[in-house]
C-alpha cells in the first residue's frame, strides 16, 4: 500500500478488479503445473486467455493479449484477474500497481462478481453483456449480446474461406470479420500473404464462399461471459460485473 497522503469524506466502495460480494466464486481449472502469467507479465484487473497444456506437466500460460495464447484462436477470455494482491513490481519507488511479473502463479476467476470502473463516457446498464479487446484485456464496452463494438472499415472479397483484403489496416490473428454474407462468428485464422496486418491473403474460421469485393467491418472486441450487475451507475464509476447461475 502507499504511503496515505489525504483522507477523503468518503471512502472509496472498491478497488479495480477486486470481488464485489461473497458470491460463490469458481476459478480456471488448469493441469498439475497450474497457471503463470506469460513472458509478458499479466495485468490485474483485466480479462485473460490461457494456453491449453499439450504434454506433460508443463504450467498453462496466462497473457492479457489474446494474441500471444499459443493456438492464437481462443476468443472468449478465460477468466478474470482478480485484485487480491496477485500483484508485484520492482520499479524503484513505485508504491502501487496493477501488474504481475512474468512467469508468477496466477488465479483467473471464471465464476463471481467484480468491481471495474466504467470507461469514460459509457454509461453501464443493467443486464448489457460485457466485451472485451483481444489486445489488452481490460479495456471494456457494455452493450446487448451479439453487438459489433468498434469496428473499423475494410475492403475485401472473398472465396471459400479464403479473405483478400485491399484496403484496411490492424488486423491479426483473432479479428471478427463481418458484412454482407459473411457467417456469423468469423475470424481470421492466419495471415498468409501480404503487409502484415494490411492488404494481403488471410485464412478464415468459417467459409463464406464466392463474395466480391466490398465493404466489410473488422473488430478485436469480444463478448465475454460476464455481464453489468449493477443498477444506476454512470459513465466513470465502479460497476459490478460478473457471471453465475
Known amino acids: 500500500m502507499p504511503f496515505q497522503k489525504t483522507v477523503n469524506t468518503y471512502s472509496s466502495p472498491a478497488a479495480d478488479g477486486q470481488i464485489a460480494s461473497g458470491n460463490p466464486t469458481a ?65 524503484i519507488l513505485q508504491e502501487s500497481g496493477l501488474q504481475i511479473l512474468p512467469n508468477q502463479a496466477v488465479e483467473l476467476m471464471t465464476r463471481g462478481d467484480v468491481w471495474k470502473k466504467a470507461p469514460a463516457g459509457v454509461t453501464p446498464v443493467r443486464g448489457q453483456k460485457v466485451y472485451v479487446n483481444m489486445r489488452d484485456g481490460s479495456t471494456l464496452a457494455f452493450a446487448a449480446t451479439g453487438q459489433l463494438i468498434s469496428p473499423t472499415a475494410i475492403t475485401a472479397s472473398f472465396a471459400t474461406n479464403v479473405m483478400t483484403v485491399t484496403a484496411g489496416s490492424n488486423l491479426s490473428v483473432g479479428t471478427a470479420i463481418s458484412g454482407a454474407s459473411v457467417p456469423a462468428n468469423t475470424y481470421i485464422k492466419a495471415q498468409t500473404s501480404g503487409t502484415a496486418g494490411g492488404a494481403g491473403t488471410y485464412t478464415l474460421s468459417t467459409t463464406p464462399g464466392t463474395i466480391a469485393s466490398q465493404s466489410n467491418n473488422a473488430t478485436d472486441y469480444v463478448e465475454t461471459r460476464f455481464s453489468v450487475l449493477s443498477l444506476g451507475q454512470a459513465a466513470g464509476d465502479f460497476v459490478k460485473i460478473g457471471f453465475g447461475d
Not at 490461457?50 to 472468449?76: F, K, Y
Open 27 to 91: 476459478w480456471y481449472v488448469a493441469g498439475p503445473g497450474a497457471v503463470v502469467s506469460g513472458a509478458a507479465g499479466l495485468a490485474v484487473a483485466a480479462f485473460a486467455w490461457a494456453t491449453p497444456i499439450t504434454a506433460g506437466d508443463t504450467p498453462e500460460r496466462a497473457d492479457s493479449n489474446a494474441l500471444l495464447v499459443a493456438d492464437g484462436l481462443a476468443r472468449t477470455p478465460s477468466g478474470f484477474v482478480v485484485n487480491e494482491q496477485q500483484g508485484n513490481w520492482t520499479t
